[in-house]
Protein backbone atom coordinates (compact mmCIF):
# COMPACT_ATOMS: atom_id res chain seq x y z
CA UNK A 1 0.00 0.00 0.00
CA UNK A 2 2.75 2.42 0.46
CA UNK A 3 4.64 1.50 -2.20
CA UNK A 4 1.52 2.60 -4.33
CA UNK A 5 1.53 5.83 -2.12
CA UNK A 6 4.79 7.01 -3.41
CA UNK A 7 4.13 6.82 -6.64
CA UNK A 8 1.59 8.90 -7.42
CA UNK A 9 -0.36 12.10 -5.85
CA UNK A 10 -3.39 10.96 -4.16
CA UNK A 11 -3.95 15.15 -3.65
CA UNK A 12 -4.74 15.85 -7.01
CA UNK A 13 -8.51 16.62 -6.92
CA UNK A 14 -10.09 18.39 -8.05
CA UNK A 15 -11.66 19.50 -4.62
CA UNK A 16 -14.96 21.28 -4.08
CA UNK A 17 -13.79 22.81 -0.65
CA UNK A 18 -10.75 22.85 1.34
CA UNK A 19 -13.13 20.74 3.64
CA UNK A 20 -13.07 17.96 0.61
CA UNK A 21 -9.15 18.10 0.86
CA UNK A 22 -9.09 17.81 4.54
CA UNK A 23 -11.09 14.59 4.47
CA UNK A 24 -8.79 13.41 1.40
CA UNK A 25 -5.19 13.65 3.70
CA UNK A 26 -7.47 11.92 6.80
CA UNK A 27 -8.34 9.27 3.89
CA UNK A 28 -4.56 8.69 2.83
CA UNK A 29 -3.32 9.45 6.61
CA UNK A 30 -5.78 7.70 8.57
CA UNK A 31 -6.14 10.17 11.00
CA UNK A 32 -7.50 13.33 11.37
CA UNK A 33 -6.22 16.45 9.83
CA UNK A 34 -6.86 20.49 10.39
CA UNK A 35 -5.89 22.92 8.07
CA UNK A 36 -5.11 26.18 9.39
CA UNK A 37 -3.97 29.59 8.55
CA UNK A 38 -0.91 31.37 9.53
CA UNK A 39 -2.66 33.08 12.62
CA UNK A 40 -3.79 29.08 14.22
CA UNK A 41 -7.47 29.62 12.82
CA UNK A 42 -8.99 26.96 11.34
CA UNK A 43 -9.53 27.49 7.80
CA UNK A 44 -11.02 23.51 7.24
CA UNK A 45 -11.00 20.34 9.59
CA UNK A 46 -11.66 16.58 8.14
CA UNK A 47 -14.52 13.75 9.85
CA UNK A 48 -12.60 12.28 12.87
CA UNK A 49 -14.02 8.91 15.03
CA UNK A 50 -14.48 9.00 18.83
CA UNK A 51 -10.87 9.08 18.97
CA UNK A 52 -9.45 12.40 19.38
CA UNK A 53 -7.62 14.41 22.32
CA UNK A 54 -9.36 17.49 23.78
CA UNK A 55 -6.62 19.92 21.91
CA UNK A 56 -8.80 19.24 18.42
CA UNK A 57 -11.96 19.33 19.83
CA UNK A 58 -11.02 22.90 21.91
CA UNK A 59 -10.08 24.12 18.23
CA UNK A 60 -12.76 23.08 16.27
CA UNK A 61 -15.37 23.96 18.99
CA UNK A 62 -13.20 27.73 18.89
CA UNK A 63 -12.34 27.57 15.46
CA UNK A 64 -8.66 28.32 16.65
CA UNK A 65 -6.02 26.42 18.65
CA UNK A 66 -6.33 27.30 21.88
CA UNK A 67 -4.22 29.60 23.66
CA UNK A 68 -2.38 27.44 25.87
CA UNK A 69 -1.72 24.88 22.90
CA UNK A 70 0.02 27.80 21.52
CA UNK A 71 1.77 29.13 24.17
CA UNK A 72 2.86 25.28 25.18
CA UNK A 73 4.35 25.12 20.76
CA UNK A 74 6.08 28.11 21.40
CA UNK A 75 7.92 27.41 25.11
CA UNK A 76 9.08 23.52 23.74
CA UNK A 77 10.24 25.38 20.23
CA UNK A 78 7.81 23.78 18.06
CA UNK A 79 6.50 27.19 16.31
CA UNK A 80 9.89 28.35 15.17
CA UNK A 81 10.38 25.57 13.67
CA UNK A 82 7.63 25.19 11.54
CA UNK A 83 8.58 28.76 10.83
CA UNK A 84 11.47 27.78 9.13
CA UNK A 85 11.54 24.47 8.23
CA UNK A 86 9.60 23.23 5.08
CA UNK A 87 9.24 19.68 6.10
CA UNK A 88 7.17 17.68 8.58
CA UNK A 89 7.52 18.60 12.42
CA UNK A 90 6.86 15.53 14.77
CA UNK A 91 5.64 16.76 18.02
CA UNK A 92 5.27 14.62 20.62
CA UNK A 93 2.43 14.58 22.93
CA UNK A 94 2.27 17.46 25.61
CA UNK A 95 -0.69 15.90 28.00
CA UNK A 96 -0.85 18.74 30.47
CA UNK A 97 -2.78 20.88 27.73
CA UNK A 98 -4.35 17.98 25.89
CA UNK A 99 -2.47 17.55 23.03
CA UNK A 100 -1.65 14.45 22.17
CA UNK A 101 0.96 13.50 18.92
CA UNK A 102 1.14 15.11 16.17
CA UNK A 103 2.74 15.82 12.61
CA UNK A 104 2.84 19.38 11.16
CA UNK A 105 4.13 20.91 8.50
CA UNK A 106 4.60 24.82 7.30
CA UNK A 107 2.38 25.70 4.13
CA UNK A 108 4.11 28.04 1.82
CA UNK A 109 4.61 30.01 -1.21
CA UNK A 110 7.69 31.45 -2.35
CA UNK A 111 9.28 31.61 1.34
CA UNK A 112 5.79 33.46 2.78
CA UNK A 113 3.61 31.34 5.00
CA UNK A 114 0.26 30.72 4.54
CA UNK A 115 -0.58 27.62 7.46
CA UNK A 116 -0.03 24.67 8.79
CA UNK A 117 -1.87 21.31 8.21
CA UNK A 118 -2.22 19.14 11.55
CA UNK A 119 -2.16 15.37 11.75
CA UNK A 120 -3.09 13.73 14.43
CA UNK A 121 -0.73 10.39 14.38
CA UNK A 122 -0.53 8.39 17.29
CA UNK A 123 1.70 6.18 16.31
CA UNK A 124 5.25 5.68 15.16
CA UNK A 125 5.43 7.78 11.92
CA UNK A 126 6.89 6.40 8.81
CA UNK A 127 8.92 8.09 5.88
CA UNK A 128 5.97 7.41 3.80
CA UNK A 129 3.54 9.50 5.53
CA UNK A 130 6.32 12.00 6.10
CA UNK A 131 6.18 12.70 2.46
CA UNK A 132 2.65 12.12 1.71
CA UNK A 133 2.26 15.35 3.68
CA UNK A 134 4.92 17.59 2.01
CA UNK A 135 2.59 16.68 -0.92
CA UNK A 136 -0.33 17.41 0.32
CA UNK A 137 1.47 20.58 1.68
CA UNK A 138 1.61 21.49 -2.05
CA UNK A 139 -2.14 21.22 -2.99
CA UNK A 140 -3.38 23.18 0.21
CA UNK A 141 -1.32 26.01 -0.93
CA UNK A 142 -3.51 26.74 -4.30
CA UNK A 143 -6.38 26.19 -1.82
CA UNK A 144 -5.00 28.96 0.56
CA UNK A 145 -4.19 31.53 -1.64
CA UNK A 146 -7.78 31.49 -3.66
CA UNK A 147 -9.12 32.12 -0.13
CA UNK A 148 -6.24 34.74 0.30
CA UNK A 149 -7.42 36.74 -2.67
CA UNK A 150 -10.80 36.79 -1.41
CA UNK A 151 -9.43 38.03 2.28
CA UNK A 152 -7.43 40.38 1.07
CA UNK A 153 -10.03 42.09 -0.69
CA UNK A 154 -11.47 41.87 2.45
CA UNK A 155 -8.96 43.13 4.24
CA UNK A 156 -8.33 46.10 2.00
CA UNK A 157 -11.64 47.36 2.84
CA UNK A 158 -11.13 46.87 6.75
CA UNK A 159 -7.80 48.77 5.58
CA UNK A 160 -8.88 51.75 4.16
CA UNK A 161 -11.76 51.91 6.59
CA UNK A 162 -9.26 52.38 9.92
CA UNK A 163 -6.86 54.40 8.04
CA UNK A 164 -10.49 56.72 7.61
CA UNK A 165 -11.00 56.52 11.49
CA UNK A 166 -7.26 57.55 11.74
CA UNK A 167 -7.23 60.07 9.73
CA UNK A 168 -10.48 61.55 10.83
CA UNK A 169 -12.45 61.15 7.66
CA UNK A 170 -15.54 60.63 9.11
CA UNK A 171 -17.15 63.27 11.45
CA UNK A 172 -20.61 61.31 12.27
CA UNK A 173 -20.86 58.22 14.47
CA UNK A 174 -23.22 56.56 13.30
CA UNK A 175 -21.62 56.26 9.54
CA UNK A 176 -18.40 55.15 11.23
CA UNK A 177 -21.08 52.37 13.47
CA UNK A 178 -22.42 51.62 10.00
CA UNK A 179 -18.90 50.84 8.13
CA UNK A 180 -17.59 49.01 11.34
CA UNK A 181 -21.09 46.62 11.58
CA UNK A 182 -19.96 45.55 8.04
CA UNK A 183 -16.53 44.69 8.62
CA UNK A 184 -17.56 43.32 11.97
CA UNK A 185 -15.71 45.27 14.54
CA UNK A 186 -17.15 46.39 17.40
CA UNK A 187 -16.21 49.96 18.46
CA UNK A 188 -18.35 49.60 21.75
CA UNK A 189 -16.43 50.80 25.10
CA UNK A 190 -13.46 52.71 25.91
CA UNK A 191 -10.94 52.84 22.89
CA UNK A 192 -7.12 53.94 22.12
CA UNK A 193 -4.58 53.87 19.82
CA UNK A 194 -1.33 52.12 20.50
CA UNK A 195 1.81 52.37 18.28
CA UNK A 196 5.17 50.69 18.43
CA UNK A 197 7.85 51.87 16.14
CA UNK A 198 11.12 49.93 15.39
CA UNK A 199 13.63 51.04 13.52
CA UNK A 200 13.45 49.38 10.27
CA UNK A 201 10.26 48.51 8.22
CA UNK A 202 8.28 45.59 10.11
CA UNK A 203 8.68 42.31 8.22
CA UNK A 204 5.91 40.10 7.87
CA UNK A 205 7.45 36.96 10.76
CA UNK A 206 7.91 40.04 12.84
CA UNK A 207 4.23 40.53 12.47
CA UNK A 208 2.99 37.54 13.30
CA UNK A 209 5.55 37.45 16.38
CA UNK A 210 4.49 40.33 17.70
CA UNK A 211 0.34 39.75 16.87
CA UNK A 212 1.21 36.24 18.87
CA UNK A 213 2.29 37.91 21.78
CA UNK A 214 -0.57 40.10 22.05
CA UNK A 215 -3.30 37.55 21.68
CA UNK A 216 -1.36 35.08 24.09
CA UNK A 217 -1.07 37.88 26.70
CA UNK A 218 -4.60 38.86 27.69
CA UNK A 219 -3.36 42.36 28.77
CA UNK A 220 -5.45 43.83 26.07
CA UNK A 221 -8.21 43.25 23.55
CA UNK A 222 -6.87 43.57 19.86
CA UNK A 223 -10.00 45.21 18.07
CA UNK A 224 -7.29 46.15 15.17
CA UNK A 225 -4.40 46.58 13.85
CA UNK A 226 -2.67 47.35 10.66
CA UNK A 227 1.44 48.22 9.84
CA UNK A 228 2.83 51.57 8.19
CA UNK A 229 6.50 50.56 7.38
CA UNK A 230 7.87 50.74 10.51
CA UNK A 231 5.16 50.57 12.73
CA UNK A 232 2.25 48.67 14.37
CA UNK A 233 -0.63 50.83 14.99
CA UNK A 234 -3.44 48.99 17.29
CA UNK A 235 -6.78 49.91 17.97
CA UNK A 236 -7.37 48.45 21.50
CA UNK A 237 -9.91 47.87 24.66
CA UNK A 238 -8.82 47.18 27.83
CA UNK A 239 -10.34 43.80 29.28
CA UNK A 240 -11.00 45.28 33.09
CA UNK A 241 -12.78 48.20 33.27
CA UNK A 242 -10.89 49.12 36.22
CA UNK A 243 -8.14 51.25 36.54
CA UNK A 244 -7.58 51.23 32.23
CA UNK A 245 -5.08 53.78 31.88
CA UNK A 246 -2.94 51.83 34.22
CA UNK A 247 -4.08 48.66 32.31
CA UNK A 248 -3.42 49.96 29.25
CA UNK A 249 0.22 51.76 30.07
CA UNK A 250 1.92 48.60 31.68
CA UNK A 251 0.47 46.60 28.82
CA UNK A 252 3.14 49.26 26.40
CA UNK A 253 5.38 48.68 28.66
CA UNK A 254 5.59 45.16 28.93
CA UNK A 255 5.00 44.66 25.22
CA UNK A 256 8.37 46.82 24.72
CA UNK A 257 10.08 44.76 26.64
CA UNK A 258 9.17 41.63 26.01
CA UNK A 259 9.25 41.97 22.34
CA UNK A 260 13.09 43.94 23.29
CA UNK A 261 14.48 41.00 24.90
CA UNK A 262 13.01 38.26 22.61
CA UNK A 263 14.57 40.53 19.48
CA UNK A 264 17.58 41.65 21.01
CA UNK A 265 17.37 44.94 20.00
CA UNK A 266 17.27 48.48 22.62
CA UNK A 267 15.47 51.09 20.02
CA UNK A 268 11.72 49.82 20.08
CA UNK A 269 9.02 52.49 21.37
CA UNK A 270 5.33 52.37 22.34
CA UNK A 271 3.07 55.27 22.88
CA UNK A 272 -0.77 55.16 23.76
CA UNK A 273 -3.16 57.65 23.44
CA UNK A 274 -5.94 58.62 25.30
CA UNK A 275 -8.70 56.30 26.39
CA UNK A 276 -12.21 57.10 24.69
CA UNK A 277 -15.71 56.13 24.25
CA UNK A 278 -16.68 57.31 20.60
CA UNK A 279 -15.04 56.21 17.48
CA UNK A 280 -15.14 59.37 16.87
CA UNK A 281 -12.22 59.92 18.91
CA UNK A 282 -9.92 57.72 17.38
CA UNK A 283 -8.14 59.89 15.44
CA UNK A 284 -7.18 62.08 18.56
CA UNK A 285 -5.72 58.85 20.26
CA UNK A 286 -3.35 58.32 16.85
CA UNK A 287 -2.68 61.42 17.40
CA UNK A 288 -1.63 61.49 20.73
CA UNK A 289 0.39 58.22 20.25
CA UNK A 290 2.54 59.44 17.81
CA UNK A 291 2.98 62.39 19.93
CA UNK A 292 4.08 60.19 22.89
CA UNK A 293 6.45 58.62 20.38
CA UNK A 294 7.95 61.95 19.44
CA UNK A 295 8.35 63.11 22.97
CA UNK A 296 10.31 59.89 23.46
CA UNK A 297 12.77 60.99 20.63
CA UNK A 298 13.40 64.31 22.08
CA UNK A 299 13.33 63.32 26.05
CA UNK A 300 15.07 60.14 26.15
CA UNK A 301 15.40 60.24 29.92
CA UNK A 302 12.97 62.39 31.10
CA UNK A 303 10.09 60.28 29.78
CA UNK A 304 12.20 56.83 29.90
CA UNK A 305 9.60 55.11 32.06
CA UNK A 306 5.97 56.88 30.71
CA UNK A 307 4.20 55.18 27.87
CA UNK A 308 1.07 57.01 27.52
CA UNK A 309 -0.47 60.68 26.80
CA UNK A 310 -2.30 61.03 30.16
CA UNK A 311 1.05 60.47 31.99
CA UNK A 312 3.28 62.52 29.79
CA UNK A 313 2.69 65.75 32.03
CA UNK A 314 3.86 68.80 30.86
CA UNK A 315 5.11 66.74 27.67
CA UNK A 316 1.19 67.38 26.57
CA UNK A 317 1.82 70.94 25.65
CA UNK A 318 5.53 71.38 25.07
CA UNK A 319 5.37 71.90 21.38
CA UNK A 320 2.55 74.64 22.00
CA UNK A 321 4.81 76.53 24.68
CA UNK A 322 8.09 75.75 22.21
CA UNK A 323 5.90 77.50 19.17
CA UNK A 324 5.28 80.66 21.70
CA UNK A 325 8.57 81.23 23.38
CA UNK A 326 11.38 79.48 20.94
CA UNK A 327 12.98 83.67 20.74
CA UNK A 328 12.51 84.32 24.37
CA UNK A 329 15.69 84.15 26.52
CA UNK A 330 14.74 83.14 30.12
CA UNK A 331 17.06 85.89 32.09
CA UNK A 332 17.24 83.60 34.74
CA UNK A 333 18.73 81.02 32.45
CA UNK A 334 21.11 83.61 30.79
CA UNK A 335 22.51 84.64 33.73
CA UNK A 336 23.87 80.76 34.95
CA UNK A 337 24.62 80.32 31.37
CA UNK A 338 27.39 83.21 31.51
CA UNK A 339 28.19 81.77 35.32
CA UNK A 340 28.92 78.83 33.81
CA UNK A 341 31.36 79.64 30.99
CA UNK A 342 33.22 81.86 32.77
CA UNK A 343 33.77 79.44 35.94
CA UNK A 344 33.62 76.39 34.07
CA UNK A 345 30.68 75.23 37.10
CA UNK A 346 27.71 72.95 36.06
CA UNK A 347 24.89 75.46 38.21
CA UNK A 348 22.18 74.99 35.00
CA UNK A 349 22.77 71.41 35.06
CA UNK A 350 22.32 71.26 38.41
CA UNK A 351 19.60 73.13 38.41
CA UNK A 352 18.08 71.16 36.34
CA UNK A 353 18.40 68.21 37.82
CA UNK A 354 16.77 69.71 41.44
CA UNK A 355 13.87 70.74 39.76
CA UNK A 356 13.34 67.42 37.64
CA UNK A 357 13.16 65.58 40.99
CA UNK A 358 10.60 67.83 42.26
CA UNK A 359 13.19 69.93 44.70
CA UNK A 360 14.16 66.46 46.57
CA UNK A 361 17.75 67.39 47.53
CA UNK A 362 18.64 63.81 48.42
CA UNK A 363 17.02 62.62 44.88
CA UNK A 364 18.97 65.25 42.92
CA UNK A 365 21.78 64.85 44.99
CA UNK A 366 21.94 60.77 43.70
CA UNK A 367 21.66 62.00 40.19
CA UNK A 368 24.17 64.47 39.90
CA UNK A 369 26.52 61.96 42.20
CA UNK A 370 27.27 64.52 45.13
CA UNK A 371 26.78 65.21 48.45
CA UNK A 372 23.65 66.49 49.96
CA UNK A 373 25.84 69.71 51.31
CA UNK A 374 27.46 70.20 48.07
CA UNK A 375 24.38 70.01 46.30
CA UNK A 376 22.65 72.74 49.06
CA UNK A 377 26.00 74.80 48.57
CA UNK A 378 25.68 74.63 44.87
CA UNK A 379 21.65 75.82 45.28
CA UNK A 380 22.74 78.79 47.00
CA UNK A 381 24.85 80.21 44.19
CA UNK A 382 22.06 79.75 42.27
CA UNK A 383 19.74 81.65 44.44
CA UNK A 384 22.65 84.79 44.37
CA UNK A 385 24.39 84.69 40.77
CA UNK A 386 20.62 84.13 39.05
CA UNK A 387 19.14 86.25 41.88
CA UNK A 388 16.42 83.05 41.93
CA UNK A 389 14.14 82.42 44.62
CA UNK A 390 13.45 78.60 44.83
CA UNK A 391 11.41 78.90 47.12
CA UNK A 392 8.38 80.75 44.61
CA UNK A 393 6.37 78.17 42.79
CA UNK A 394 5.44 80.04 40.00
CA UNK A 395 9.18 80.91 39.47
CA UNK A 396 10.11 77.61 39.68
CA UNK A 397 7.59 75.83 36.92
CA UNK A 398 8.36 78.92 34.22
CA UNK A 399 11.98 77.85 35.04
CA UNK A 400 11.29 74.42 34.32
CA UNK A 401 9.57 74.72 31.24
CA UNK A 402 11.96 77.13 29.50
CA UNK A 403 14.67 74.82 30.59
CA UNK A 404 13.20 72.23 28.32
CA UNK A 405 12.20 74.41 25.50
CA UNK A 406 15.87 75.37 26.07
CA UNK A 407 16.84 71.66 25.31
CA UNK A 408 14.19 71.69 21.76
CA UNK A 409 16.66 74.39 20.72
CA UNK A 410 19.50 72.91 20.99
Known amino acids: ?33 TIEDSDHRI ?39 LFESDDPVIIPAIPEVGLGQRVAISVRKNGELLGFIWAQLNWEVKQEELALLKKAAKVVKNQILKLEIKKRHSEEGHREFFW ?12 ILDQASTYQI ?6 AIVVFEFNDEIQQSLERHMNYY ?44 KISNRLGVDTLKGGAGTLYQSPLSIKDSYREALHVLSIKERFKREVMSIYSYQNLGIYQFIDLLYKERKHYQNSYIEKLKQYDAINHTQLLETLEVYLQHDSNVKDAAHVLHVHTNTLNYRLKRITDVANLDLKD ?13 EQMKS
Not at 186 to 191: D, N, T, V
Not at 393 to 405: P, R
Request: glycine content about 4%.
Open 164 to 175: KLLTGHYTKEAN
Open 214 to 257: IQASHQIELIYSTLDQNQLILLVRPTDQKNTTEQLSEFVQVFVE
Open 43 to 81: LAYSSHDENVDPARIATIMKRKVPEEVIKSLWKKGIIPQ
Open 393 to 405: ANQKVTLYLDLKI
Open 186 to 191: KLKGEM
Open 1 to 33: MHTDRERHNPFQGPFRSLEDLADCIRENLGCPV
